[in-house]
């Protein structure tokens, strides 16, 4: 069959046509893996590459790749390519490749298949363009902040209209309970942590510090240069950009052969002795660094030189100067030096040891009127007035008491709870993260708060327990915060949560929506027998622009228990989320923005 099917695709214009029902190009793999996404499965394509690869410029691992898609319900794995040679040379290293003990094995394309993975069309290459990579680091750059903030403002409407009960979609009294989106008052450079990758530019052989343009399955690692002329990152901050600055030098000075000839990390070909740069820095513009380096390729004398120059450059007053004159911050300068060593392309160990070269293991953070002391690896929003501005609409609709004990759900380094210590009786923190949990348990005892404790864990493990144990007299008024990663809450916690009645409010904080979305209706559906107990209602929600020049928007929903028995109430019958605070939404935040250029967006 596959003789009488027209010749390969051909590229016209810079676009590779694919030719509708072609499937002498299209490759179907049987992963025997029901549940990996495409991300998963591009990771174990990359750590199958060959030791070494010695190609320049590099080659694509699966040269001619247009396309790839895998259902992360489905065990089946789709790719198209430019030739037949090329399919068949990916076809063969792809079956080298297994699952639990089973090798990847090709399976036969059906029409089926055909009809769903491959229609004609035009598949625009992926070029590496820095444009492109800047795009894709600050997607609204080239829109004003009014319109920035219109279009997360519609994504929140959206997202209200999704997570209110049907009958309720439609009634605007509902929709409004969204009262507004907060502006940031920072907008460029507001960003406190960057991760940065060593590597080469597109032409493969000057050496970058930055970020990686496109995907090495593609064969397209190159690095954009973070401190490119003429190529501002507006989100980046200054500090760190002074940072990168200074580290190429070093890298630059120790690639000459008689200092030790280090050269950059060649992702293709997994080697090289400069890696990857973290940079992390304080409202006051003091910086935590934290550079990975493959100390294990180098002698043990060049690589105690590398540490002695690293250190003799970041404490020196020149980059002092630099950085003060950078942030206009008389306080800036360099307070942590770090590093650690990493070999190959495997994912870094959480809890690999770091080697403290100058200054302090952590970094302190102000926010609130308290001290955060950050590890490298500790979650903390990359925007700290933000968070401040989020952190205070926190405070009023949460509706807490003396008498309220808050679950503080995924608790990172304490930030929230800490901060909302002082309203209420007690804080329970759990957090997955020792690394965190030991941050927060510092931060509260360097704050001075005595009535919060931190247990590390998955929550749905430590809920129960951590319920069950609470005395009679702090279960009677619970208020959860939760604020989890990208991918959600586990159903086994929301089930918890709806069956402790005493859990009054429930205030959801996300930066991914598509969570929000799937987990509400757990909290909000008729009970059932997994989901007992009286279901949630949203009663508020709110959004804050963490994250100027980007699609991303932190999303805040309150849902309130409904009373037993009771159906979705009316705009009228629910109470305001702070009714004390409710026009400092509107006027106060109006007077607030005159002075910092922040406020609200009705």
């Known amino acids: 069959m596959s003789g009488l099917l027209p010749p390969p695709s051909t590229e016209e214009n810079g676009a590779v046509q694919l030719h509708e029902h072609s499937n002498a190009n299209l490759l179907k793999i049987d992963t025997h893996d029901t549940y990996s996404t495409v991300g998963a499965i591009k990771k174990l394509i990359v750590k199958a590459l060959p030791a070494e690869r010695h190609e320049t410029p590099p080659q694509p691992l699966l040269k001619g790749l247009i396309r790839i898609n895998k259902n992360p319900k489905n065990a089946h794995l789709f790719m198209a390519f430019e030739t037949p040679e090329d399919r068949a040379a990916a076809s063969a290293l792809l079956q080298t490749i297994s699952h639990r003990g089973r090798p990847w094995t090709e399976a036969s394309v059906s029409s089926r298949d055909l009809e769903l993975t491959h229609k004609g069309g035009v598949k625009r290459r992926r070029d590496v363009a820095d444009g492109d990579v800047l795009c894709k680091l600050a997607q609204y750059e080239h829109l004003s902040m009014e319109e920035q903030l219109d279009r997360k403002k519609r994504h929140c409407l959206d997202v209200m209209r999704t997570i209110l009960p049907p009958s309720a979609r439609s009634d605007v009294a509902f929709q409004d309970r969204f009262v507004g989106i907060l502006k940031s008052p920072v907008t460029e450079g507001y960003r406190n942590h960057v991760n940065l990758s060593f590597g080469f530019c597109a032409d493969g052989i000057t050496p970058a510090l930055g970020f990686q343009e496109g995907s090495l399955v593609e064969g397209t690692a190159a690095i954009l240069p973070a401190t490119q002329p003429g190529k501002d990152i507006v989100t980046m901050n200054a500090a760190a950009k002074v940072v990168a600055a200074a580290l190429m030098d070093v890298c630059t000075e120790f690639r000459d052969a008689a200092k030790g000839g280090l050269d950059v990390f060649n992702k293709v070909k997994a080697s090289g002795f400069w890696r990857k740069l973290q940079v992390r820095h304080n409202v006051k513009g003091e910086v935590m660094m934290d550079v990975e380096v493959d100390a294990a390729s180098v002698t043990a004398d060049v690589w105690t030189a590398v540490r002695q120059r690293l250190v003799e450059i970041f404490t020196s007053e020149e980059i002092r100067v630099k950085l003060t004159a950078a ?148 279960r009677g008024d619970i208020v959860v915060i939760l604020d989890p990663p990208r991918a959600g809450v586990n159903s086994t916690v929301l089930k918890w949560i709806r069956g402790m009645d005493t859990i009054r409010r429930v205030v959801y904080i996300s930066c991914e929506q598509t969570a929000l979305v799937r987990d509400c209706p757990g909290l909000t559906k008729p009970s059932t027998k997994a989901y007992r107990g009286a279901p949630f209602e949203v009663t508020a929600a709110f959004a804050v622009d963490l994250f100027p020049h980007t699609h991303h928007v932190e999303m805040v929903a309150v849902l309130t228990r409904r009373p037993e028995g009771a159906g979705a109430s009316t705009s009228e019958s629910v109470p305001a989320p702070a009714p004390a605070n409710a026009e400092s939404w509107g006027e106060d935040e109006d007077k607030a923005a005159a002075n910092s250029d922040g406020g609200c967006v009705e």
């Open 327 to 474: 942030t206009g911050l008389s306080t800036a300068a360099v307070t942590s030096l770090q590093c650690h060593t990493h070999t190959g392309i495997s994912s870094l160990p959480f809890d690999v040891q770091r080697e403290v070269l100058y200054g302090t293991p952590t970094l302190t953070e102000y926010l609130a009127g308290l001290r955060f002391e950050l590890s490298p690896t500790a979650f903390f929003q990359v925007n700290t007035p933000g968070m401040e501005s989020m952190l205070t609409k926190v405070t009023e609709v949460t509706a807490l008491s003396a008498s309220t004990t808050l679950l503080d759900l995924c608790s990172g380094t304490g930030t929230i709870g800490l901060t909302l210590s002082k309203y209420v009786k007690r804080v329970i923190g759990i957090e997955l993260i020792e690394s965190a949990v030991l941050n927060a348990r510092r931060n509260a005892q360097q704050n001075g708060i005595t009535n919060a404790e931190f247990h590390c864990g998955r929550v749905e493990h430590l809920l129960p327990s951590v319920i069950t144990s609470l005395p009679a007299e702090d």
